[in-house]
């Protein structure tokens, strides 16, 4: 708790000398809406800032905001299950990286995935771009909710508990619990569920009835590699976005 507080006041200090500075960044703000504690994960994706220092422990009911630089590009998910010593060092039951609390890399499937690219705010008719996606299994649910934007802006997400109604031969189970729900790629590893190899088009890679399942079960999040008609969305450059863990309802 005390590297979550200490995190927060640094956080809001970088807020404060942002605003001092007449600079714009996107806030991510992360909220537990839990009823157990998470490890947020942060990975970027283009060699810029890594946020919260690619991961920290969040308690339920805690929000945490981080400040994203124009055209930042990453992901976001949630570890449970974890167990972390005083040096960082440790495991969790799902979206581990690397047995370490501030990520480097990936985490390790299935787990739920919020990811954007951000635009450059003050360009005109640039977007940022977001979705939740399913494509890497789910282990618990994540809204996304944009403000101050200007666009499209949907709320995307996944409220649904995909692990009351994962497929036995996808479940990933700890202690008797179903923990997470693997996507039919990370179980086979076929070219067909994992869009690759001769099925690496979207012509040749399209929904299957594991794939139907996630789609059926959160409509607005990516359910297999080409899904992105209706998972895809947009905002104007600038925009705030709260992702919320286990949402509740979508606004």
């Known amino acids: 708790m005390e590297l979550l507080m200490g995190k927060i006041s640094l956080i809001s200090l970088f807020l404060v000398l942002l605003a001092g500075n007449g600079a714009s960044a996107t806030v991510f703000t992360l909220f537990n809406n839990c009823n157990h504690t998470i490890w947020p994960a942060t990975l970027c994706g283009n060699g810029m800032n890594t946020l919260g220092d690619g991961g920290f422990v969040l308690t339920p009911g805690v929000s945490v905001p981080l400040p994203a630089p124009a055209g930042w590009s990453g992901r976001f998910w949630a570890r449970t299950g974890c167990n972390f010593d005083d040096s960082g060092n440790g495991v969790c039951a799902t979206g581990d990286c690397g047995a370490v609390l501030r990520c480097t890399g990936g985490g390790a499937v299935p787990s739920s995935l919020a990811e954007f690219t951000l635009g450059t705010a003050g360009t005109p008719n640039d977007k940022d771009f977001y979705d939740v996606s399913l494509v890497d299994g789910y282990n618990v649910g994540v809204g996304i909710t944009s403000s101050g934007g200007t666009g499209d802006c949907r709320y995307a997400g ?94």
Request: hydrophobic content about 30%; charged content about 15%; overall charge negative.
């Open 158 to 251: 996944c409220i649904s508990d995909v692990n009351a109604r994962c497929p036995a031969e996808l479940q990933v189970v700890v202690d008797g619990t179903v923990v997470a729900c693997k996507s039919a790629c990370g179980a086979f590893n076929t070219e067909e569920y994992c869009c690759n190899g001769e099925h690496a088009t979207p012509d040749k890679c399209g929904p299957t009835g594991y794939s139907t399942m996630f789609k059926t079960a959160c409509p607005s999040a990516y359910s297999y590699a080409y899904d992105d008609a209706s998972s895809t969305f947009t905002c104007s450059a600038g925009s705030d976005y709260l992702i919320t863990f286990c949402p509740t309802a979508s606004p």
